[in-house]
C-alpha cells in the first residue's frame, strides 16, 4: 500500500482513477490544482500530475517536486503526444509519462512500475546475476562479467524492474538521454551485445526477454 498524489483539474479524472488506485489498497490524495497539491507532495510516495493545471502548470509542480522531494516519482498525464512535448516533460523531471486519452489500467500500472522503481535495492541478486549499482560492478555465477557503461546503465535499469515492459524509445530516453540522436536500433544492439555477456538465447532467455512489437523485460525470478 502506498500513497498517491492525483493533481487533476477534472473531476472525473480523479474519480476514476481514485477508484482504481483504492483497488489497488493504495492511500489517495487530490488536488485540484497546482498550488494545493504542493503541501501535498511531502505526503506521497507517488504523485500523478497533469500537464495542463489552472494556476501552476503541472510542469512547474513537477519541477517543484524534483527540487523539494528528490526521490518522489512523478507520472506526468499530458494530451500533448508531441516528441518534444514529452522530452521537455522529462526535462521537467518527470520520470514517466501518460498521453491522453488513457487507460486507467495503465496509469495504475505505471504507478506499480514506479513504486517498485522507489524500492529498488542498489544490489540485485536475480537468477545468479549479481549487480553493484553504485559500485558498478557485474558477476554471473560468481564470474566477474566485463560491460561498456551503456552496457551497464541498460541492464541495471532492466533488472531493477523485473516484469516491467520497456519499449526501445522508453529505454532510449532512459539510458541514453533525451537529448541523444540515434534511433531506437542501437538498443536492439545493446541488447544482442549484453546477452551475448550473460549467455542468453533469445528464444530461451535466462534473464532479457523480447516482447514482440513491443520491447523488452527483465524475467522476475
Not at 493533481?7 to 488536488?31: C, F, M, N, Q, S
Not at 501535498?40 to 494556476?55: E, K, S, T
Not at 504507478?111 to 524500492?119: F, T
Not at 515492459?165 to 540522436?181: A, D, I, K, N, S
Amino acid at each position: 500500500m502506498a500513497t498517491v498524489l492525483i493533481v487533476d483539474d477534472d473531476p472525473a479524472i480523479v474519480e476514476i482513477l481514485t477508484a482504481y488506485l483504492r483497488a489497488e489498497g493504495h492511500v489517495v490524495l487530490a488536488a485540484g490544482d497546482g498550488v494545493q497539491a504542493l503541501p501535498l507532495l511531502a505526503r506521497a510516495h507517488v504523485a500523478v500530475v497533469d500537464w495542463m493545471l489552472p494556476g501552476m502548470s503541472g510542469l512547474k509542480v513537477t519541477a517543484h517536486a524534483r527540487q523539494t522531494q528528490p526521490q518522489l516519482p512523478v507520472l506526468l498525464l499530458t494530451a500533448r503526444g508531441e516528441v518534444d512535448d514529452r522530452l521537455a516533460g522529462l526535462d521537467a523531471g518527470a520520470d514517466d509519462y501518460v498521453v491522453k486519452p488513457f487507460s486507467p489500467r495503465e496509469v495504475v500500472a505505471r504507478v506499480r512500475a514506479l513504486l517498485r522503481r522507489v524500492s529498488v535495492r542498489d544490489d540485485i541478486e536475480v537468477g545468479g546475476l549479481t549487480l553493484d549499482v553504485q559500485g558498478r560492478t557485474a558477476t554471473l555465477d560468481g564470474q566477474p562479467l566485463a560491460f561498456s557503461r551503456t552496457e551497464f546503465d541498460l541492464l541495471a535499469t532492466l533488472a531493477q524492474h523485473p516484469g516491467l515492459l520497456w519499449t526501445r524509445e522508453r529505454l532510449l530516453e532512459r539510458v541514453w538521454g533525451p537529448e541523444f540522436p540515434g534511433v531506437t536500433r542501437v538498443v536492439d544492439v545493446h541488447v544482442t551485445a549484453l546477452r551475448r555477456k550473460l549467455g542468453d538465447e533469445p528464444d530461451h532467455p535466462r534473464f532479457i526477454e523480447t516482447v514482440r512489437g513491443a520491447g523488452y523485460r527483465f524475467k522476475e525470478a
